[in-house]
């Protein structure tokens, strides 16, 4: 997904058989054992934290053969006694860099658990610090870009071709180590950390996509984890085609929930009365934008982008600052649209895109017959579901011919030993939708879910919600769980005019959590 879209596998193919996880002792040959070496990171984004790296292989079944390195940090932890060991995190994605995260998860911990745990953050394979450090294409989001809606044959061609070439490109520049970018692969990698930090049991902490991340892991080597977090879950029997078709629909209602927020206010942003109203001002000014470009920047495919982060969160300052500048567009200034494009639309991360593809297109079988893509999309568009569907359809494109052998979907869960599991999910997350976390629960015996009622925020934990922020603490204190299925409330929209300016708008994305699973 684009944003933290997860998919399913061959829809109209046939869906391949599930691939049972191998056990922790048949999953690869031994492993050479390695150490860390730790110092101040010298990055200014990571001030605060250590940092070190580790050699592991690109291909886990041949460990002598050609090696790949993983970037590292530590928020070490304050005590000097009640040591708990690593808390490894992952922000999502896949794609999205880890390092910076583990000072975010670390500021948000109580001081009883920075004393006990270090927080470790890591870019998996071919992100950020790690190297290689993927890049097939940096000007690919350059704007303005065609219209997402394909409504004439010229469109779709256009995006098939954009798509395509995206694919051969990292095809031609990066060859075989695609082979080697499945979500397993990064699950190998995170066992080899555990093993250099010299545990025998990791505990972690999972959002997005990187609750299948950890998932996977739990599934594969369960007698090494000591305690896991599972934030925001993607449906495992959706990866990946499938999970994004879902998102459409929850997005929708995500962005048509915006527009009754915004219809509450009208006498502050004068965009109508009613959500209907509202909704009818925001696709009229997406075809003006298509015709017309904001700023020379913003057309209509920027349009849907900028406005994208509503359906993934809509605490703090998001909805007034998008709403104000959809309503100073309609009342005849643009630079407010232009300034929230630039903050927030503007996408000039192809590391991240590259990786995105690189797992997803690689874990498991992708429809290859464009004629099931257009089906299924315009199916879900002539639904009603139009703010995201064709946008992530061709977010996703470059699955279509996506240069590496598909691997098999894992059966998360179908493992013995996998010990009680917290989960977090929000009634109304748009990136990884509530069933995710009912199956989620399912599938990982002896697991808990606490579900934030109402909630449409991707990522729950640390958000300030105190009925969700306990259970995550308790559980790491001492490994209190909840009962399942524990209901927390949801923390209270805003309230307009707060938190509408630029400045207030980039202090809440600072805390945001990195948006992957459908866009990074």
Known sequence: MKKLAITAAAAGAGLVALALAPTAAQARPA???????????????????????????????KPHG????????????????????????????????????????ANGLPAGLKATYDVIGFDPRGVGGSSPSLSCDPNYFQPIRPDYVPTTKALETTWLKKAAGYAKACGSKYGSLLQHMKTTDAVQD?????????????????????????????????????????????????????????????????????????????????LGTTQQAVRKVFFD?????????????????????????????????????????????????????????????????????????????SDVKWPKNWNTWRKDNWKLYDQGYQFETWSNAWYNAPCLTWPAKPGKPVDVGHAKGVPPVLLFQATNDAATPFPGGVEMNKRLKGSRLVIEDGGRTHGVVERGNTCIDSKFAAFLTDGTLPANQTHCPRLPEPVPPSSASSATAKAAVAQQFPQALARP
Request: proline share 4%.
């Open 285 to 361: 000014t997406r075809e003006k934008l298509i015709k017309s470009p904001a700023g020379g920047v913003v057309g209509g495919a920027e349009f849907i982008d900028t406005y994208l982060v509503a359906g993934y969160i809509d605490l703090g300052a998001y909805w007034p600052y998008l709403t104000n500048a959809l309503a100073q567009y309609k009342a005849g200034n643009s630079q407010p649209l232009v300034d929230a494009f630039n903050l927030l639309g503007a996408t000039t991360d192809d590391n991240g895109y590259v990786v995105y593809n690189a797992v997803q297109c």
């Open 190 to 270: 995170m066992d080899d950390i555990r093993a250099a930090l010299g545990q025998k049991q990791i505990n972690y902490y999972g959002a997005s996509y990187g609750t299948y991340l950890g998932s996977v892991y739990a599934t594969m080597y369960p007698s090494h984890v000591r305690r896991m977090v599972l934030d925001s879950n993607v449906k495992p029997s959706d990866v990946w085609y499938d999970a994004n078709l879902e998102q459409d629909k929850a997005f929708e209602g995500n962005i048509n929930a915006l527009f009754a927020w915004a219809a509450k206010y009208d006498s502050v942003y004068h």
């Open 31 to 61: 492993q050479p054992t390695a150490s860390l070496s730790w110092s101040a990171c010298t990055d200014p984004g990571l001030s605060g934290l250590e940092c070190s790296s580790l050699q592991v292989p690109l291909d886990h079944s």
């Open 66 to 105: 050609r090696q790949i390195t993983l970037a590292l940090s530590r928020y070490k932890h304050t005590g000097t006694t009640g040591y708990q060991g690593s808390l490894l995190v992952n922000p999502g994605g896949p794609g999205g860099t880890g390092r910076d995260f583990a000072l975010r998860v």
